[in-house]
């Protein structure tokens, strides 16, 4: 069973950063492809980043410029840098396969106040 756990959500003041780093079990990060996620409240869940095997990383127009996605094979995890917070960056973080999706895990909670 693949599961993820997600950590390093905060409450931040708008122009902060914060660093979240996603663990993966039953799943290698280095051969599939992994995506951050959020969900605000009344919000769906929105994919913002992701990362394919070969490196190449995409985001939402929304965080673009600010967040950046990396991976560390050896430690079998994913993070999400965010720098620039918005108050509308306030979600609940979550990792998943993008198109396979694995348990969706706690995730961790991010508060941008202005």
């Known amino acids: 069973q693949v599961q993820f756990v997600e950590s390093g959500g905060g409450s931040v003041q708008a122009g902060g950063s914060l660093r979240l780093s996603c663990v993966a079990a039953g799943s290698a990060v280095s051969i599939n492809a992994m995506g951050w996620y959020r969900q605000a409240p009344g919000k769906q869940r929105e994919l913002v980043a992701s990362?394919?095997?070969?490196?190449?990383?995409n985001y939402a127009d929304s965080v673009k410029g600010r967040f950046t996605i990396s991976r560390d094979n050896a430690k079998n995890a994913v993070y999400l840098q965010m720098n620039s917070l918005k108050p509308e960056d306030t979600a609940v973080y979550y990792c998943n396969r993008p198109g396979s999706y694995g348990s969706w895990g706690q995730g961790t909670q991010v508060t941008v106040s202005s």
């Open positions: 990362i394919r095997p070969s490196g190449l990383t």
